[in-house]
Nanobody, 118 residues
């Protein structure tokens, strides 16, 4: 399985952006697709995930109520819709997968840069 995040760009605080994660290969219904981000000189941070089969989602407290993850199983895409963005959302955003039975994500794709200016 290969994943690639795209759709990054520059927005002003309060603005919106939607990232896409393109998936090549097969995902099982039990698999989870997660979004992560890494700001300069900071550790990688979990943003949220979606269960491929059921579509249920989970978010980090820092983005809850502002970010929404969705998926299109037919197109094999996962989306990260971001609204009311803040300068602290500035980071390189990644998507990755893991089986629901494991804690470790893999199949990391190249990140996409998001910059939020105040």
């Amino acid at each position: 399985v290969q994943l690639q995040a795209c759709g990054g760009g520059s927005v002003q605080a309060g603005g919106s952006l939607r990232l896409s994660c393109t998936i090549s290969g097969r995902l099982f219904s039990s698999d989870i697709v997660g979004w992560f981000r890494q700001a300069p000189v900071k550790e990688r941070e979990f943003v949220g995930y979606i269960r491929w089969g059921y579509g249920t989602t989970y978010y980090a407290d820092s983005v809850k109520d502002r970010f929404t993850i969705s998926r299109d199983k037919g197109e094999k895409m996962v989306y990260l819709q971001m609204i009311n963005m803040k300068p602290e959302d500035t980071a390189l955003y990644y998507c990755a997968t893991r089986p629901s039975s494991r804690d470790t994500y893999g199949n990391w794709g190249p990140g996409t840069q998001v910059t939020v200016s105040s």
